[in-house]
Nanobody, 126 residues
């Protein structure tokens, strides 16, 4: 089993930045992809950003492109969220899944991930 714990959420004024962290522990596979999803109040969960198991492939939702950045280092994945807007308010979830060696690409659907964190809240004020 893989356990994911997110942190770094909080309250920020519009235009500000936050850095979310996702720490993986337990029986972590040698190759696993990581993605961030978010769910705003009253809305469905949506893909935000993803990084392949090797880190070579990265993908972002159009809504955050140019403002958010995903990265990974060891057992920790990060989401740097900058130029935050009111529409970024949501609970942000880290997700992971084991990948085959050849599957070095980003999956942007939630059913492509097996392990999920509990979420961390980003709130943006005007």
């Amino acid at each position: 089993q893989v356990h994911l714990i997110e942190s770094g959420g909080g309250l920020v004024q519009a235009g500000g930045s936050l850095r979310l962290s996702c720490v993986a522990s337990g029986r972590t596979p040698s190759r696993y992809a990581v993605a961030w999803f978010r769910q705003a109040p009253g809305k469905e969960r949506e893909f935000v950003a993803g990084i392949s198991w090797s880190g070579k492939s990265i993908d972002y939702a159009d809504s955050v492109k140019g403002r958010f950045s995903i990265s990974r280092n060891g057992n920790t994945a990060y989401l740097q969220a900058s130029s935050l807007k009111l529409e970024d308010v949501a609970v942000y979830y880290c997700a992971a899944a084991e990948r085959d060696y050849s599957s070095d690409y980003v999956v942007n659907f939630d059913f492509g991930y097996d392990y999920w964190g509990q979420g961390t809240q980003i709130t943006v004020s005007s």
